[in-house]
């Protein structure tokens, strides 16, 4: 019932995540962001089992500071997600695996280039251009499949997630009516406006 | 060792742990080791000499890789560093295997130096008594020297001399060290700091050298080092 998109163009990755937080036909809130800061230029977007998403997003997350304590220096994206990855592939033959689904993102210092990274709760990963978790992601996959590019700006790629979310809203039967918006890039974190009915409405409008 | 509740190495009343103070004697007794930090590169050198003509030269090695950048020798007690050298080269594949990257050599002398200390407040065993000197070079053009003692300490050296005469030898590399001297100066000086306590011929069958440059760490071949003790 959760969607996650993500898409890394040339200086920034872009991770959308859809806010509805529902237990069975109740709706408890429409606000709930779904992803937590792991570093200054680390983000990490989760879905799936309830509990476990918060337990495993903020070990990752405390194991990473704890690294950077430790060692003086950040984590680089690739070992970052590597560390994640090795995290929930032990967990998994375990008789208490992690049933989450993330999207990590992150901007490289070193090499100076964005990086989105795709792992479900099987501990397979993939580094991808873009990707998506949940029902909702079958659609984004088709729409991003068609009109991605590397080199938009914000304002375009922004744009594009919106079609993403107006695609999932149209066509998913369970009701997606707000999606966060968060941006990384060489300066940091940035939080976008959510996509909400009034940012579509205006959008249509403008 | 899990009979032993207690731990062997405590302090004195002056405040010395005596069993690290013997295990730095058995360094300090050792045979020579040298480092040397260049520009483009680190060089270890040690004296491997035989007590016998009947050894088989060459069949065991001081100078040993411990993973594609990182090298280690040692001064002290050859058995004692075979296992360091073990536990080291497991630690560097351990955060292989977590974090899909090399381990920094700053990170490994870390790990070593920590395994070192646990044999000094753990029960029933007793030091290690070697002194390690480990080289790495860490991209983007880091070369890194550090020494690991049987306390659990470590530091980081430009050049550095260890075992028998390393008195003389920190003595002789203080002269002749520079901060810009290139990889193959620095082999030329790693030898002749050796050369300093040598008794007998030096040949390219009784010293052993690795050097650590942008292509990794390797051992030299004794032809290769046959070629540097001609031109001395």
């Not at chain 1, 950077?68 to 995290?87: H, Q, W």
């Not at chain 2, 069993?19 to 004697?25: K, M, S, T």
């Not at chain 2, 008794?199 to 942008?214: A, F, L, S, V």
Request: with cysteine; aromatic share 10%; glycine share 8%.
């Amino acid at each position: 019932m959760e969607c996650l998109v993500g898409m890394q163009c040339n200086d920034f990755v872009m991770v959308a995540a859809d806010m509805t937080a529902a237990r069975s036909i109740l709706v408890k809130k429409s606000d709930h962001k779904k992803y937590l800061k792991l570093s200054d230029k680390l983000l990490m977007a989760v879905t799936g089992e309830s509990g476990d998403t918060n337990q495993f997003s903020e070990y990752v997350a405390k194991n990473i500071m704890l690294y950077k304590m430790r060692n003086g220096y950040e984590l680089s994206p690739a070992a970052a997600a590597s560390f994640t990855r090795r995290n929930l592939a032990g967990y998994l033959r375990s008789r208490t695996p992690y049933h989450v689904n993330l999207l990590v993102a992150g901007y490289d210092d070193e090499s100076g280039k964005p990086e989105l990274y795709y792992m479900d709760y099987l501990a397979s990963m993939a580094k991808l251009p873009y990707a998506s978790h949940g029902y909702g992601g079958s659609f984004t996959t088709s729409i991003l499949d068609r009109h991605f590019r590397p080199d938009m700006t914000r304002a375009q790629a922004y744009a594009l997630m919106i079609e993403c979310v107006k695609e999932v809203q149209k066509r998913l039967i369970i009701n997606l009516p707000n999606f966060s918006v968060t941006v990384i890039d060489k300066e940091g974190i940035v939080d976008m406006e959510p996509i909400t009915q009034a940012v579509i409405a205006n959008q249509a409008t403008a | 060792s899990e009979r032993y509740s207690f731990s062997l190495t405590t302090f004195s009343p002056s405040g010395k742990l005596v069993q690290i103070e013997y295990a730095l004697q058995a360094v300090a007794s050792g045979a020579p080791s040298v480092g040397i930090k260049a520009v483009n590169g680190v060089v270890l050198a040690t004296e491997k000499k035989n007590k016998s003509i009947l050894f088989e030269d060459h069949s065991t090695y001081k100078i040993e890789q411990i993973t594609k950048n990182i090298g280690m020798v040692y001064s002290g007690m050859g058995p004692d560093y075979r296992l360091l050298v073990r536990r080291a080269r497991k630690m560097a594949q351990d955060y292989y295997l977590m974090y899909h990257e090399n381990i920094p050599t700053g990170q490994l002398v870390y790990k070593v130096g920590q395994v070192m200390q646990e044999y000094t407040q753990s029960g029933g065993v007793r030091p290690f008594g070697v002194s390690l000197l480990i080289c790495g070079w860490d991209e983007p053009g880091k070369p890194l020297l550090f020494q690991c003692d049987p306390s659990g300490a470590y530091f980081a050296w430009k050049a550095t001399a260890m075992g028998k005469n390393n008195v003389n030898g920190k003595t002789f590399l203080e002269k002749r060290y520079s901060e810009d001297l290139e990889l193959e100066d620095a082999v030329h000086t790693a030898i002749l700091t050796l050369k300093e306590g040598f008794e007998g011929q030096m040949t390219e069958d009784n010293i052993e050298i690795g050097i650590c440059n942008d292509d990794g760490f390797r051992r030299l071949t004794p032809q290769e080092v046959k070629d540097y003790l001609a031109n001395i």
